[in-house]
């Protein structure tokens, strides 16, 4: 199985930052796409950004500008900086990645979720 840990959630105030981590682990033969998703109270879950093994980035449209996407692929890990946040940012945060396991099949994978809340 495969594991996706999340961190660095919290409660900031409108114009402030936020980093997001996320780790992999478990029967990982290699991941490719990985990224973070959001969902809001009674809204549907949308993109934020994702980023390919080679690095090649995606973004939402809300996000762009201040948010960005990191990875490290030896540590099968992604982050996201957050800038100059605003209350409509406000969601839970979901980690995602497609992941070809051990075994050679893709799956795709989500975290637990982690809450950011902004501030007005």
């Known amino acids: 199985q495969v594991q996706l840990v999340e961190s660095g959630g919290g409660l900031v105030q409108a114009g402030g930052s936020l980093r997001l981590s996320c780790t992999a682990s478990?029967?990982?033969?290699?991941?490719?796409?990985m990224g973070w998703y959001r969902q809001a109270p009674g809204k549907q879950r949308e993109l934020v950004a994702t980023i390919t093994s080679g690095g090649s980035t995606n973004y939402g449209d809300s996000v762009k500008g201040r948010f960005t996407i990191f990875r490290d692929n030896a540590k099968n890990a992604v982050s996201l900086q957050m800038n100059s946040l605003k209350p409509e940012d406000t969601a839970v945060y979901y980690c995602?990645?497609?992941?070809?396991?051990?075994?050679?099949?893709?799956?795709?994978?989500w975290g637990q979720g982690t809450q950011v809340t902004v501030s007005s």
């Open positions: 995602n990645a497609i992941v070809i396991r051990t075994n050679l099949r893709e799956n795709t994978y």
């Open positions: 478990g029967s990982i033969f290699r991941i490719n796409d």
